[in-house]
């Protein structure tokens, strides 16, 4: 079984490297300013003794105000895993940075979020729909969708 890392213990480590990076750590995740999510990212997948070489799954949280994007990390390597949040405001134009760079798996995930969130993702190779069609009219995962 995989067993989360130390979330308090981490914080810390991220925040030596990065001193603005962290908005909360509690629980079982991190939360992150969207500034920093590439950033943070990086360091996680980089550093040897965090190892976190798969993203296991993206998801995005409509909660009215802000959209949370909620990242799953795991290092096959140490059997252990951590998960990364971060925030993306104004129901307008919410967007975050795209973490394919990072993780390739995240290319279709991302795809998933934009197309039924409508949550861009600042350097996306191909963001695009990925289920709906082109011209299909708002995004149905968010809660103030009203249909097609």
């Known amino acids: 079984m995989t067993t989360q890392l130390d979330v308090e213990k981490l914080s810390k480590q991220i925040q030596q490297q990065f001193p603005d990076a962290v908005q909360d750590a ?3 995740y991190i ?3 969207s500034d920093y999510l590439a950033d943070v990212a990086r360091y996680c997948h980089d550093t040897p003794a965090l190892a976190l070489h798969f993203l296991s799954s993206v998801t995005g949280v ?3 105000d802000y959209f949370e994007l ?3 990390l795991v ?3 140490h059997n252990h895993s951590i998960v990364l949040k971060t925030r993306a405001y104004g129901r307008e134009d919410p967007h975050v940075p795209s973490l394919t760079g990072i993780w390739q ?3 279709l995930q991302e795809r998933e979020v934009y197309d039924l969130m409508g949550i861009r993702f600042t350097g996306h190779p191909y963001l695009k729909r990925i289920f709906l069609w082109d011209t299909f009219q708002g995004h149905p995962h968010r809660k103030d969708f009203t249909g097609a």
């Open 26 to 28: 509690q629980g079982d």
């Open 31 to 33: 939360l992150l300013k």
């Open 62 to 64: 409509d909660y009215i």
């Open 70 to 72: 909620v990242y799953h």
């Open 75 to 77: 290092s096959f390597e």
């Open 105 to 107: 798996g995240a290319t």
